[in-house]
């Protein structure tokens, strides 16, 4: 039985990702400041701060880890930050550190969540992977400078490997109810009007959590590592598509607010997949419509929670 290593694997993504490979006879450590919202036989839970390289040596000296996968993020391209010293702390000097006891105890491959929503900046096209980076927010800044420093660590270590991931907007259970397609869902739901930032022709590429986890577990078995790629569905959905979707699932009308775009925010971002496709053989993804679906019911659990 092989062994992965979440560093966030009590997040939405992580918690996912944890779900999967245990469902496939692996075994996940996931390290995080809390135990992953799931049980599985296969999991365990390693709670500390990321930046506590002393338990991250403990991790590796107890478990022979196989590969390493970092979905860990403190904070989004849409939150206004204080001092930007803890957020170096955690999402780029704890980054480091961790690659460092990787090679100190000869774990060489490593999976980096990126983002393909926030490191392009503003483009008018579906975007490649080959495109100028040009983030607008510090959230997209910190993404490529571990990308960089992923390359970096490569050159100094050639038999060190890694695959940059850059995801859409990823959405599915055991996600907050805080981005787009779950508050459209909720608000549906109780019949709460919602707050759009922006207008409703914003378009962006939307991937479900399932096809995400398919895409890591199929590049994680290829042979050509030290790649970066682009994981999204490759079709653009508008806020007016999610907001029309919601209220048909949910058989409620949604009013809404209108808002001055937040800054960071870009209004089009759709990506060229075209390489993963070939990578993974892989040409259908979940539609955005099916995918809402799916998730209404986890968002009408946790809606019903949130009423008791």
Same mark, same amino acid.
């Given at each position: 039985m092989k062994t992965i290593l979440i560093v966030g694997g009590s997040g939405? =993504?992580?918690t996912n990702l944890s779900e999967y490979f245990c469902e496939r006879d692996f $075994?996940? =450590?996931n390290f995080s400041r809390s135990p992953s919202q799931i049980s599985h036989p296969n999991l365990i839970n390693i709670c500390g @701060?990321?930046?506590n390289t002393t338990i991250l040596n403990e991790i590796f000296t107890d478990y022979k880890i196989d590969m390493v996968v970092h979905s860990l993020t403190s904070f989004t391209a849409m939150d206004k930050l204080?001092?930007?010293q803890e957020v170096l702390a955690t999402n780029l000097s704890a980054f480091i550190d961790l690659i460092s006891v990787m090679k100190t105890h000869a774990v060489?491959?490593? =999976?980096y969540i990126s983002s393909g929503g926030s490191i392009y900046g503003v483009a008018d096209?579906? %975007?490649? #992977? *080959?495109? @100028? %980076?040009?983030p607008v927010s510090f959230y997209g800044?910190? $993404?490529e400078s571990c990308e960089h420093y992923l390359e970096f660590a490569s050159r100094l270590d050639p038999e060190f490997k890694f695959l940059i991931l850059r995801p859409a907007n990823v959405y599915g259970k055991y996600q907050k109810i805080e981005r787009i397609i779950g508050v459209a869902l909720r608000n549906a739901i109780i019949g709460q009007s919602m707050d759009i930032y922006g207008n409703t022709s914003t378009c962006k590429d939307y991937i479900h959590i399932d096809d995400f986890c398919e895409v890591v577990d199929k590049l994680m078995h290829c042979q050509n590592w030290n790649e970066i790629y682009n994981v999204g569905s490759g079709i653009g *959905?508008? =806020? #007016? @598509?999610i907001l029309k979707y919601a209220q048909i699932i949910a058989k409620n009308k949604i009013e809404i607010n209108y808002h001055e775009r937040k800054s960071g925010d870009v209004p089009y971002n759709i990506l060229d997949i075209n390489k993963l496709k070939k990578a993974i053989n892989k040409s259908s993804f979940i539609s955005v419509e099916a995918g809402m679906h799916d998730m209404y019911k986890y968002v009408l659990s946790v809606t019903d929670k949130e009423k008791t």
């Open positions: 939405f =993504i992580g $075994k996940v =450590i @701060d990321c930046k204080g001092s930007s060489k491959k490593l =999976i096209a579906p %975007i490649k #992977e *080959t495109h @100028d %980076i040009s800044w910190m $993404k *959905t508008s =806020i #007016e @598509d």
